[in-house]
C-alpha cells in the first residue's frame, strides 16, 4: 500500500513539473494584443417610464364574447299571474353559482329521458329539464344534442319579474 502510494505520488509530481514547462509566447503575444486595443465605453441604461397602474372599471358589463340577450317585455294585465320566483320552493346546490360558471360539455340519455353534462363548480353536473340553475332561478325547459334551453327570472327594476330566455351551447373542445 505504501509502496503505491509513493509511486503515485510520483507521478503526480512528474505530471505537474510537465506542465509547468511549455512555451506562452503565442498565449502572451495575444494578451498584450486585447490590452493594446482602445477602451470601448459602455452605452448608459435605458430610461424607463414608470408603470401607471390600469383599474379595469367594465367588469361589471356584459361580456362583449358573449350573444346579447333580448328582453321580451310582456304587458302585464290586471288580475292575470305575474311571473315570479317561487321563494318557497327549496333551492338546488346548483342555484349556488352563477349560471355563466357553467358550460354544457355533453348529454346522456337512457329510458328516463335525456340528461346534460354541465362542468362549472369545479366538477360535472348531471341535469335534466326541470332542474334549477344559476342565481336568477334558472329552469332547465329543454336539452338536445347541442345546446340546454333556460329560463331565468330576473327582476325587471319596476318591482316586477320577466322570464329571460338563455341557452347554454354545447362547448367547442376544438
Same mark, same amino acid.
Given at each position: 500500500? +505504501? @509502496? =503505491?502510494? %509513493?509511486? %503515485?505520488?510520483? =507521478?503526480?509530481?512528474?505530471?505537474?513539473?510537465?506542465?509547468?514547462? $511549455? *512555451? /506562452?509566447?503565442?498565449?502572451? %503575444? !495575444?494578451?498584450?494584443?486585447?490590452? @493594446?486595443?482602445?477602451?470601448?465605453?459602455?452605452?448608459?441604461?435605458?430610461? =424607463?417610464?414608470? !408603470?401607471?397602474?390600469?383599474?379595469?372599471?367594465?367588469?361589471?358589463?356584459?361580456?362583449?364574447?358573449? @350573444?346579447?340577450?333580448? /328582453?321580451?317585455?310582456? &304587458?302585464?294585465?290586471?288580475?292575470?299571474?305575474?311571473? &315570479?320566483?317561487?321563494?318557497? +320552493?327549496?333551492?338546488?346546490?346548483?342555484?349556488? =353559482?352563477?349560471?355563466?360558471? /357553467?358550460?354544457?360539455?355533453?348529454?346522456?340519455?337512457?329510458?328516463?329521458?335525456?340528461? @346534460?353534462?354541465?362542468?362549472?363548480?369545479?366538477?360535472?353536473?348531471?341535469?335534466?329539464? $326541470? *332542474? !334549477?340553475?344559476?342565481?336568477?332561478?334558472? &329552469?332547465?325547459?329543454?336539452?338536445?344534442?347541442? &345546446?340546454?334551453?333556460?329560463?331565468?327570472?330576473?327582476?325587471?327594476?319596476?318591482?316586477?319579474?320577466?322570464?329571460?330566455?338563455?341557452?347554454?351551447?354545447?362547448? *367547442?373542445?376544438?
Amino acid at each position: 500500500m +505504501r @509502496a =503505491f502510494k %509513493a509511486i %503515485a505520488l510520483g =507521478f503526480t509530481a512528474l505530471v505537474m513539473t510537465g506542465c509547468s514547462q $511549455g *512555451d /506562452f509566447s503565442d498565449l502572451n %503575444a !495575444y494578451m498584450a494584443e486585447v490590452r @493594446a486595443r482602445p477602451k470601448g465605453s459602455i452605452e448608459p441604461l435605458p430610461q =424607463f417610464t414608470p !408603470y401607471e397602474a390600469f383599474a379595469y372599471s367594465a367588469s361589471s358589463l356584459r361580456s362583449p364574447f358573449q @350573444a346579447p340577450v333580448k /328582453f321580451e317585455v310582456v &304587458k302585464r294585465q290586471k288580475g292575470s299571474k305575474e311571473v &315570479k320566483p317561487d321563494e318557497s +320552493r327549496v333551492r338546488q346546490f346548483l342555484e349556488g =353559482f352563477n349560471i355563466e360558471t /357553467f358550460s354544457m360539455v355533453g348529454t346522456l340519455s337512457d329510458q328516463r329521458g335525456m340528461f @346534460a353534462l354541465l362542468h362549472g363548480a369545479e366538477s360535472v353536473h348531471r341535469v335534466k329539464v $326541470g *332542474d !334549477y340553475l344559476g342565481r336568477n332561478h334558472g &329552469k332547465v325547459i329543454a336539452i338536445d344534442a347541442s &345546446k340546454i334551453d333556460v329560463i331565468e327570472i330576473v327582476p325587471d327594476g319596476e318591482g316586477g319579474w320577466l322570464e329571460r330566455p338563455r341557452q347554454l351551447p354545447l362547448k *367547442d373542445n376544438g
